[in-house]
């Protein structure tokens, strides 16, 4: 599924589960535009892009989430985009959104 075939108005818990845990691809050879990684607690989501980053699946990351409405002290988006600058990525294949509070937010 692509984001573009979303209709925001309409967003099911099944695109949103599809979203986020999609089926492994059967090519290893798939490539894409861009990398998108939702934010959450922990940075093994970053992780994971990173490693795909580096072996070539996309050009760009995008990192999206926020503070979720203050509860956390940093911005997810922006220590997602630090831990890619740590491990050697350009800033400028780093893209960030830093106002979604939650999962059908980082999707719009």
Not at 31 to 48: H, N, Q, S, T
Request: hydrophobic residues 40%; negative net charge.
């Amino acid at each position: 599924m692509r984001i573009s075939e979303i209709n925001p108005d309409v967003l099911t818990p099944q695109q949103i589960a599809i979203l986020l845990y999609p089926e492994e691809p059967k090519d290893s050879e798939v490539f894409g535009d861009c990398i998108m990684v939702f934010g959450g607690p922990g940075l093994d989501r970053a992780e994971k892009a990173i490693k795909l980053f580096k072996e070539g699946k996309a050009p760009y990351l995008l990192f999206s989430g926020g503070d979720k409405w203050g509860e956390r002290d940093e911005i997810e988006a922006i220590r997602m985009k630090q831990l890619a600058l740590d491990q050697g990525i350009p800033e400028e294949a780093i893209m960030i959104e830093t106002f979604s509070n939650h999962t059908k937010e980082n999707v719009l």
